[in-house]
């Protein structure tokens, strides 16, 4: 057998965007092209037998990859998501269906505390057990300036991107068995903010230190943490406000691989932090980024 080489430069669409703007939280399935979540390409190969998992933002973009990728590696797999995105939610169920993969839907708004503990215990409730967390949901709405963040977005910012996390972890690793991963989903705005991303870099800086942080104190507990940095992906999240206008049609082109990422790209990397042989990776961040050389 021989590997089958692709260039990583024309892999994936490659030539810019249109403008093509929603209403936040925004849907996949109307983008143009549709996000490439793995649908058609990903093969597992059993690596998370008997894994129970359960994945924020999961109806679209790397959360729905992951997802998939989880699902096809033999994890059983709950997916959150707000209620304004359904229909990407079902759409990813029926692909899920049509292989006979079981997808659990829990949909809520995570800036409510007592859902997020609710949703981890359903989640649990429903798996059979919960060993495997992705925290991944985030909220990102560009600004020219500080003084065009309200407090209502700066508030939302943080509750989504930084207490959901924190209230979620909690509540996970209180029951988590030894083995157990969480992987929290963290950005190369981590490292060096945008300048129009102040308050959304601010809470990937956070995502970056609590995933170092938590890893020292779960290490005794056998629960490794670990983060995906992403650079530019091509996900509802960009076109729902996460860019300023006129800033879609290059979106990613400026990487030194010459285009946004997709989805699917970093499937691999959720599959490996969640994976039991990779036992003595933890408290790290890792990056997927086209070669920004950011992480
Ligand atoms: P996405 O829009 O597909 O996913 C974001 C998800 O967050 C939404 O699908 C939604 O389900 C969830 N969400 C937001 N607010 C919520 C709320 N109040 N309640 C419940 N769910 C809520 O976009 P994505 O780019 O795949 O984003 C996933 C993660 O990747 C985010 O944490 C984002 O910050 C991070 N990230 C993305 C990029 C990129 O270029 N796309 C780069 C770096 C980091
Ligand atoms: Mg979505």
């Not at 080489?5 to 030539?15: A, G, R």
């Not at 790397?62 to 229909?87: K, L």
């Amino acid at each position: 057998m021989s590997a089958t080489l692709v260039d990583p430069q024309d892999k994936y669409h490659s030539d810019g965007f249109v403008e093509q703007p929603q209403e936040w939280p925004g849907l996949q399935r109307e983008m143009k092209p549709v996000p490439d979540c793995g649908e058609d390409s990903y093969v597992g190969t059993g690596r998370l037998g008997g894994r129970r998992a359960l994945v924020t933002g999961g109806d679209s973009g790397i959360g729905r990859a992951a997802a998939i990728a989880f699902a096809r590696e033999g994890a059983r797999v709950a997916i959150n998501y707000h209620p304004r995105e359904q229909a990407d939610a079902d759409d990813l169920k029926e692909v899920l269906d049509r292989e006979g993969l079981e997808l659990l839907q829990f949909p809520g708004d995570l800036t409510d505390e007592a859902f997020c503990l609710k949703v981890v215990d359903d989640a649990r409730a429903q798996l059979g057990g919960l060993d495997l967390l992705v925290i991944n949901a985030g909220y990102q709405q560009a600004q020219k300036s500080i003084e065009d963040i309200s407090h209502e977005q700066f508030d939302r910012t943080m509750k989504t991107n930084v207490y959901a996390m924190f209230w979620m972890s909690k509540r996970a690793a209180e029951s988590m068995p030894a083995g157990s991963a969480i992987i929290n989903t963290a950005s190369v705005n981590s490292f060096n903010p945008v300048e129009e991303l102040l308050d959304y870099a601010t809470t990937k800086g956070a995502i970056e230190i609590f995933t170092k942080g938590l890893a020292k104190q779960l290490a005794t507990k056998g629960i490794r943490v670990n983060a995906v940095a992403p650079g530019p992906v091509w996900t509802p999240l960009q076109i729902s406000g996460g860019q300023l206008e006129g800033k879609i049609g290059q979106f990613g082109q400026d990487t030194p691989i010459g285009r946004a990422g997709q989805p699917a790209e970093l499937a691999g990397l959720y599959v490996t932090l969640a994976e039991p042989g990779n036992s003595f990776t933890t408290g790290s961040v890792f990056g997927a980024n086209g070669g920004t050389g950011v992480v």
